[in-house]
């Protein structure tokens, strides 16, 4: 359903994607849904801002008391290249699993809801470091609203399910659980990612790598000039609507790619049955059988999650000098752009032209420009002015 808003609230939502620190962001956003209508249309929006600006407020909060040095504290800083949360019902094994992936110093009790702050571990794989957060029970609780912050923070999540329990209850109340604050595990027919670009005029940019089903590019350029939003690059995939459009400028909903754990097989293998109402709730997730106890199903993890998360690893180099040892970790479909944007904003305002060995070309060191999109292992050397 449309939202309809009035020109006064799409002025002041700029305000809200603007803001840089989450005291500006908390106050935008206040400032922004007292200006919104009360209707049906915004319904879905207004319970979203409500409960954006408590997650906000909670994540102020814990900052203070991080600043302050207070033992714990809920907010976990990006460390390496991809967050994933571990996430899932009491003792189904969340943090034994951590702990056997990572250095992480968490702790394993035979009780539940034993974890009640989260704790990060480094995992490495294939050159990609990824953290991965050891959270507290997924129940309603205290606590919830806090787990749901981390998850929104994190690029995918691990599901851990304990294969003695009733998985398939078990999963569909996560997936309804976070579906109803916003987060899909499941990946939405079409996707619209909004690159807003701070720097330069460069105008509305649509790619589309799928269709619009019920209007234009220019619609979709109209739409986002309404926000005034002016300067940006729209990523379409799959089939959407113009309300998809709308929608994923507030961003209410986001899409978290998934890895379902089944723990603890050393005391109960799944049936079949039961493994395949497990896949169906889950259709693009992966699904690995295994015990933190006895290590197996550990080796599939890593892999598993880079397949999901879609990583693309891209070298860079310097004109006459080897590539860089550390690749940067992007995302399928990730472009030049993405990559010299990640060096500095300079390298795209004085941008020439790109070298390119890999996949993505058809010949070694082929000139390509910031549209170009790369592939994984690719290695680029970019030229610029001066
Ligand atoms: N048999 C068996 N026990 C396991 C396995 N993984 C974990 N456990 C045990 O299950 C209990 C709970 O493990 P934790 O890692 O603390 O579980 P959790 O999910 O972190 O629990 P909470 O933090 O309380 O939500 C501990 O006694 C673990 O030793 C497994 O693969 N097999
Ligand atoms: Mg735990």
């Known amino acids: 359903m449309p939202t309809n808003l009035p020109a ?3 002025a ?27 209707h049906k249309g915004t319904e879905r929006l207004r319970e979203w801002a409500t409960k954006r600006l408590a997650e906000l407020r909670e994540e102020l909060e814990e900052r203070k008391k991080k600043k302050a040095g207070a033992r714990s504290s809920f907010f976990i800083e990006k460390e390496g ?21 990572t250095n992480a110093k968490t702790i394993v009790a035979d009780y539940p809801f034993s974890t009640l702050t989260p704790v990060p571990g480094m995992m490495k794989y294939n050159d990609v470091y990824f953290q991965l957060i050891d959270t507290p029970a997924l129940s309603q609780g205290s606590l919830f609203r806090k787990v749901i912050g981390l998850i929104r923070n994190a690029d995918g999540v691990i599901i851990v399910l304990d294969a003695t329990s009733d998985l398939v209850n078990e999963l569909e109340a996560l997936i309804n659980m976070l579906k109803r604050e916003g987060i ?9 990612v909004i690159d807003i670009q701070r720097t330069g005029r460069t105008g509305i940019r649509v790619t589309s790598m799928g269709k619009i089903i019920d209007g234009t590019i220019d619609d979709v350029r109209k739409l986002l000039e309404s926000y005034r939003i002016f300067n940006a690059h729209v990523k379409i995939y799959g089939e959407v609507s113009l309300d998809d459009v709308e929608q994923s400028i507030f961003e ?17 293998i799944p049936g079949s049955q039961e493994l395949e ?17 006895n290590n197996s ?26 590539p860089a040892e550390k690749p940067v970790v992007l995302r399928k479909n990730a472009t030049v ?50």
Do not use: C
Request: hydrophobic letters at 45%; glycine letters at 6%; zero cysteines.
């Open 252 to 268: 209410t909903t986001v899409y978290k790619p998934s890895v379902v754990f089944i723990n603890k097989i050393d005391l109960k």
């Open 277 to 293: 109402l497990v896949r169906k709730l889950l259709p693009g997730a992966r699904v690995i059988l295994g015990s933190a106890l």
């Open 184 to 192: 899909l595990l499941n990946k939405p027919k079409g996707r619209v």
């Open 8 to 10: 006064e609230a799409k």
């Open 337 to 386: 752009r993405d990559v010299a944007r990640s060096i500095h904003s300079e390298f795209i305002e004085n941008f020439l032209y790109a070298r390119v060995w890999g996949k993505s070309v058809k010949y070694p060191g082929e000139r390509v420009g910031l549209d170009h999109v790369l592939q994984d292992g690719d290695i680029v050397e970019i030229h610029v002015k001066g």
């Open 12 to 38: 002041k939502w700029i305000k809200v994607m603007e803001a840089r620190t989450i005291e500006d962001k908390i106050k935008a956003l206040e400032d922004f849904l007292s200006s919104v209508p009360k």
């Open 81 to 101: 290249d991809v967050q994933i949360a571990v996430v899932g019902p009491p003792n189904a094994g969340k943090s034994l699993l951590v702990k056997k992936l």
């Open 297 to 322: 199903g550990l080796n599939e993890i890593a892999p598993t999650l880079y397949e999901v998360l879609e990583i693309v690893r891209i070298y860079t180099k310097a004109p006459n000098a080897p």
